[in-house]
């Protein structure tokens, strides 16, 4: 390959597919706007305190480990990764004990049935459907770029219709509650929607499948936090020999005669390239960095679409110990559907109390916080609306936020009965919609991407090349095959599989090298 290959942006995806593309022989330049790469999966520190601000659960493993492979490595070389005992712990309103989540089919059976009398049988029969359902998606679905339709014609699809049309056409809470009568058990397999930007009420139950990798494959944590996944990625990406460029914002996709030619660069420079591939917000590569008659997805194709749900994050350093948290732990409301109701429903606000996740990495890794001190990450899932405002630390954050901030801390303390948490606050900042429009260019200032509603999943979810523009291509959250790091993973390998005009639905080969 003699032309240079430009990746915009320098979180996992722009790296991943970076990496790929260089082991395939081109020349990779990565241009990365903001001075630190990962993206939304992005570290803050503060008074020696080391926070992740994106992703914080480690899930589907063998994805991460197919693509350092693919790049003759493995992540057992890469990461150190711990399994997490319980995998979480849930706090739902009105019953006053918490209940610990534990990994492995046996371990939930035996919780399920404790909890709900018959629900053990229940859950065997719905973790069976779940690893169906993941196995098919990983096989059938999720590699394919959708380049033709062979793999949605192939007879074995063909033959599951049956079993596949009402988990397509069936709301996941709907599937749910027609076999588990008990509030906390319809939350512990519904919430993980929310992973897939989106709601119970409103994904697909075809997405039972995620309780597969929670309640049966594990939940791991990358030790030093994801900041060292992001680090893994580019150490690999440079060993291919790409070359970074952060703190070097791209102001246009350039092109010439309906074909792409390089970028242009906020300080005015052009770099020249033969393929370019965005790996930043879609929206904002296609109505920021091309004219209208270049748009694939212009203004009007947005007005149509669901974005994922905006995040209040809430980064706490805390002085002494917290047992009362576990690495994970969830908060679910009593009125379930009103929360949800209020982040994607017609009358938005931010949900009061919420239901809400806390990371407390401390509890596994202590490079995360000072001795004696714990390190909290608090996601409050809100509308995806900037007008609510910016974050900030230290209580510098926009009003309405930081007093959504406060009412969560209260919340946690009273619900986890630590009623002096607030007063042990040493470190706090808030992250809020605004702040992800501003620092990631995120469509309505959402969190993760397009919600994998049936409409934005799959054949239906943005390709990855564009129609208007030879030669410039999409990776990452917003386009094929969706949200989250090992879906990120997937996008880079769909780039390859593109130019090297692989119609197959399934991860690529691991090459075999020598002395292998």
Not at 47 to 56: A, C, K, V, W
Not at 274 to 295: C, F, G, N, R, Y
Not at 418 to 446: K, M
């Amino acid at each position: 390959m003699t032309g240079r290959t430009i990746i915009i942006g320098g979180g996992i995806a722009g790296l991943a597919t970076a990496a790929l593309l260089a082991a395939e022989g081109r020349a990779v330049t990565i241009v990365e706007g903001r001075d630190d790469l990962g993206g939304r999966a992005g570290s803050w520190e503060r008074d020696g305190f080391r926070f992740d601000t994106g992703p914080s659960w480690y899930l589907m493993p063998e994805v991460f480990d197919h693509f350092f492979e693919l790049l003759g490595t493995s992540s057992a070389a890469e990461l150190d990764l711990a399994p997490l005992d319980p995998a979480y712990r849930v706090f739902t309103e009105g019953y006053p004990v918490p209940v610990d989540v534990r990994s492995g089919r046996e371990e939930a059976t035996a919780l399920f049935e404790s909890i709900e009398p018959g629900a053990g049988a229940q859950l065997e029969s719905y973790l069976d459907s779940a690893r169906d359902a993941y196995e098919l998606a990983v096989n059938r679905f999720l590699y394919d770029t959708y380049e033709t339709t062979a793999g949605l014609r192939d007879p074995e699809i063909i033959k599951r219709l049956p079993t596949l049309a009402p988990l397509l056409t069936r709301p996941l809470a709907s599937h749910i509650d027609r076999r588990f009568s008990d509030p906390r058990l319809q939350r512990i397999l519904g919430y993980p929607a929310v992973f897939l930007g989106g709601s119970p009420y409103g994904v697909p139950s075809l997405y039972h499948l995620m309780s597969h990798l929670d309640l049966a494959d594990g939940v791991l944590y990358p030790r030093g936090g994801f900041t060292e996944v992001i680090a893994a990625v580019e150490r690999v990406a440079r060993a291919q020999g790409v070359e970074i460029l952060t703190g070097t914002p791209v102001e246009q996709i350039v092109t010439t005669g309906g074909a792409v030619s390089g970028v242009r660069l906020a300080n005015g420079r052009t770099l020249s390239a033969e393929l370019v591939v965005s790996t930043a917000d879609l929206h904002h590569t296609e109505t920021a960095l091309l004219p209208p008659q270049q748009q694939t997805y212009p203004e009007r194709w947005w007005d149509k679409k669901t974005p994922s749900p905006g995040a209040l994050l809430i980064l706490l350093g805390v002085r002494g110990e917290l047992p009362e948290l576990s690495h994970h732990t969830l908060l679910f409301t009593a009125d379930w559907k009103t929360n949800f109701e209020d982040i994607f429903g017609r009358e938005t606000r931010i949900p009061d109390p919420a239901s809400l996740y806390v990371c407390r990495p401390s509890a596994t890794d202590a490079t995360v916080a000072p001795e004696g001190h714990q390190n909290l990450f608090v996601l409050v899932p809100m509308p995806a609306d900037p007008s609510l405002g910016h974050g900030g630390a230290d209580r510098g954050g926009d009003p309405r936020i930081e007093q959504a901030a406060d009412r969560v801390i209260a919340q946690i303390a009273e619900w986890c009965d630590i009623p002096d948490l607030a007063d042990r606050i040493v470190v706090r900042r808030t992250i809020a919609p605004a702040d992800f429009e501003s620092d990631l260019h995120s469509w309505r200032g959402n969190s993760l991407g397009l919600a994998h509603t049936l409409g934005q999943s799959a054949v239906f979810r943005p390709r990855n090349v564009s129609k208007k523009v030879s030669g410039l291509m999409y990776a990452g959250g917003s386009a094929l095959p969706g949200i989250g790091l090992p879906m990120c993973l997937i996008s880079a390998e769909l780039v390859v599989k593109r130019l090297r005009g692989d119609t197959t639905p399934g991860p690529l080969p691991v090459p075999q090298r020598a002395g292998v």
